[in-house]
């Protein structure tokens, strides 16, 4: 099992409570400029693993995000990623279900999109709306049509589900590492009047975003059950305090070039055979 970096680990014990995350940075995190600079060699060093880990051909690794409404997931995927060899990794964004994939369990559409071994997988959103936005809209559970939703223990079982799921990958290679970005109410105002005066991000405006802000306390209590239920040793969470930009990007990708260093992805050790055929190769070649 991976011994995942330790700052901002969500506890795998699950006695918590959700406002004792901090939404801000910690004090003497570092100046702008640092925080920059760090970033920087983190996505350097982001690009130089992703091509051991393909080389390597052991494991896959799963970056999943998760966030309110402008927390920055998306700027956040674009900046961390930025370096990375765009043949070394996807990203897949999880909007509402179609017709068809209602039909399906929840799960399927997520476990059709995995990394496979020597990628990285990045979901904007995932299995988790799943215990997130429809643990909070009765419709969209209802509109799954399931024999017991909504029952006597449906969020048990279905953290169960997640459970299971996360650590079959873990046991096939599949390294599962989850952000949830977490932004603050202010903050979230700020960024959502932002989209509003600024011109070029009129286009990010939803109004359907305010009945999201507006059913905040109901989103915090779900993510709070979430984050108890399935941050666990195979497959944590990282509660990324988000309302300074900088600092959750440099954050992320620190802890993901960490968590990839812990893999420890290595060019494949040469056989016998391999040896002779490098010389072989080397001596017709200077031979011409
Ligand atoms: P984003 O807000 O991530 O930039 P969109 O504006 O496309 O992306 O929003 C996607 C929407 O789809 C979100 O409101 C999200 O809650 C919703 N969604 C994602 N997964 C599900 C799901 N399984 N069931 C219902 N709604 C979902």
């Known amino acids: 099992m991976i011994d995942f970096p330790r700052r901002h680990r969500v506890p795998y014990h699950g006695r918590f409570r959700i406002g004792e995350f901090d939404t801000g940075p910690p004090k003497g995190s570092g100046t702008e400029t640092r925080l920059e600079n760090e970033l920087k060699q983190s996505v350097d060093r982001l690009d130089e693993l992703q091509r051991k880990l393909f080389a390597d051909q052991r494991h896959a690794l799963l970056a999943v995000f998760q966030a309110m409404d402008a927390a920055g997931k998306d700027s956040t995927i674009r900046k961390v990623f930025s370096g990375v060899n765009p043949a070394g990794f996807r990203v897949h964004a999880f909007g509402r279900p179609s017709e068809l994939e209602l039909r399906h369990d929840f799960l399927q559409r997520v476990a059709a999109r995995l990394p496979e071994r020597g990628k990285i997988g990045i979901f904007n959103r995932s299995h988790y709306e799943e215990v997130l936005v429809v ?154």
């Open 135 to 288: 643990r909070v809209h009765p419709g969209a559970l209802a509109a799954q049509n399931l024999p017991e939703a909504g029952g006597k223990g449906f969020w048990e079982a279905r953290f169960d589900s997640i459970r299971e799921f996360e650590r079959h990958l873990a046991r096939n290679g599949t390294v599962v590492v989850k952000f949830w970005l977490n932004v603050s109410r202010n903050e979230q105002k700020k960024r959502l009047l932002e989209r509003i005066e600024d011109p070029e991000k009129n286009w990010k405006f939803r109004l359907g975003d305010l009945d999201d802000r507006a059913l905040w306390d109901d989103y915090q209590a779900a993510y709070e059950a979430m984050l108890r239920a399935t941050s666990r040793p195979y497959a944590p969470w990282y509660a990324i305090p988000a309302d300074d930009k900088d600092y959750m990007r440099a954050t992320v990708a620190r802890i993901l070039v960490e968590t990839l260093e812990c893999m420890d992805p290595r060019y494949p050790r040469l056989r016998a055979a391999q040896r002779r055929e490098l010389q072989q190769g080397r001596r017709r070649l200077l031979a011409e």
